[in-house]
């Protein structure tokens, strides 16, 4: 039979998939070999607030990267506040960052009296905009965050060029992109420090985590003297740079210039060490897993695969909660809602439109006054007024018409993909039917 004639589920027509198998999507997964781990820290008992593991796993995980420091957090938060920190964000400053990611890469400039200069995102990379970078630069402006969205990589030539132009440092937030690669070289070895997230919805999941990573060892040194008090002054890996911050920070040890506490516990560490020992070959899996799916539907009119362009070099990592790139104008008009729940009545619960919502219009970068100055956050240091309302930022606003979600296969198995491909197209292809 052709799709055409074929009755869609909404209307009533037969499922394409009859039931989901959770396995497909599981995960972390976890083996025996990550119990023990996690028990013998368990057991052990005082081990868990110590930091040896967490410093093996730091190395194992900045090797693994390319990088010279890596630094264990309890969150991804933490790593980011640590990162801007480490940066020179200060009261009166401003950053750079997408509006379309988690708060998480923009919201420590709050707790540090800086301000947000939120940019649009690329349709097609879903990643910050490089030509909406530039215009948006003053006097104040000292980093620009850039986010690699669902694993895609950020377009890092064309950013750092803008940026060391204008003497900018680059913050990469690498917590949906574990293992992606931009031209061959990790994220997370691109800019001059990445922070990242490994709480236990990402790609790289360990519970509760984040990690910090930089070739430079002033701004290690800066992210340790911060928050992790008892390691400040302590001997990091290159003992006889000159550049070291040490000797200028090491009088603060024992207190947190930060007054904050950031280390990473060691039932996560320890676990983090037997995941990364998988992690490539599961990565490698999963984006076979999710080319094949998207190699099935290469001619579908309306969908679009969100992923580097073949023969690019560069990788989706773990393909952290990945996305479809939805062009309405190609199905006569049919609103991205509409579809996704025709997708849903074939069978693929989770089929949403949007990610996440966008920064740029959320009270907090606006009204909230942290300091109880009696004026927002975002204006109480001499800071410009650059905060944006609706409108001012189309493709992150317009999200829930330009993207929805698609199923993260943790698991190449060509029957099951298969079957998810197939609901899919058969939407596409009978969308005229919807409208
Ligand atoms: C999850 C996430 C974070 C925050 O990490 P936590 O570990 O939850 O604190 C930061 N940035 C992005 C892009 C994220 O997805």
Not at 329 to 349: D, S, T
Not at 387 to 406: P, V, W
Request: charged fraction near 25%.
């Amino acid at each position: 039979m052709r799709n055409s004639e074929i009755s869609l589920a909404l209307s009533g027509g037969p499922q394409t998939i009859e039931e989901e198998d959770i396995e497909l999507f599981r995960w972390p997964i976890i083996t025996e070999e990550d119990e023990k781990a996690v028990l013998e820290v368990l057991r052990d008992r005082s081990r868990m607030s110590k930091i040896d593991i967490t410093q093996k796993f730091e190395r194992e995980y900045a090797d693994w990267v390319g990088v010279g420091f890596g630094l264990g957090y309890c969150n991804g938060t933490a790593a980011l506040l640590g990162a801007f920190w480490a940066c020179g964000v200060g009261a009166g400053d401003e950053i750079i960052c997408p509006s379309m990611t988690y708060w998480a890469s923009a919201a420590p400039a709050l707790t540090l009296g800086a301000t947000v200069n939120f940019a649009d995102i690329n349709p097609d990379t879903l990643c910050i905009d490089p030509e909406d970078i530039e215009h948006r630069i003053g006097p104040k402006t000292k980093a620009v965050v850039v986010v690699h969205y669902s694993g895609y990589p950020c377009d890092m030539d064309r950013i750092q060029s803008i940026a060391q132009k204008h003497r900018l440092k680059i913050i990469e937030d690498v917590s949906h992109a574990h293992g992606s690669l931009y031209k061959g070289r990790p994220c997370g070895s691109l800019g001059d420090i990445a922070a990242m997230s490994m709480m236990s919805g990402k790609s790289f999941a360990i519970g509760e985590a984040g990690m910090l990573l930089t070739d430079n060892e002033t701004l290690y040194e800066r992210a340790i003297a911060f928050s992790h008090y008892e390691r400040t002054g302590g001997p990091s890996r290159n003992t006889n740079s000159e550049k070291s911050a040490r000797g200028e920070l090491a009088r603060f040890a024992g207190i947190p210039i930060g007054a904050h506490k950031h280390r990473m516990n060691q039932l996560c560490s320890a676990l983090g060490r037997v995941q990364l020992r998988y992690y490539p070959e599961r990565i490698a899996e999963i984006q076979r897993a999710m080319n094949r799916f998207w190699n099935l539907l290469e001619d579908v009119p309306g969908i679009k695969a969100h992923r580097p362009p073949a023969g690019s070099e560069s990788t989706m990592g773990g393909c952290y909660n990945p996305l479809g790139l939805y062009r309405s104008e190609e199905l006569g008009g049919l609103p991205c809602a509409k579809f996704c729940e025709a997708v849903r009545a074939e069978g693929f619960k989770s089929c949403f439109p949007g990610a996440n919502r966008p920064l740029h219009v959320h009270p907090v970068f606006h009204e909230a006054d942290i300091f109880r100055q009696g004026k927002p956050t975002a204006l109480a240091f001499g800071q410009r007024d650059v905060r944006q309302g609706e409108g001012a930022l189309e493709n992150s606003e317009n999200i829930e018409e330009i993207a929805f979600r698609i199923p993260w296969f943790k698991h190449d198995r060509p029957a099951e993909i298969e079957r998810y491909a197939a609901a899919f197209r058969k939407v596409a292809e009978n969308a005229h039917k919807l409208i």
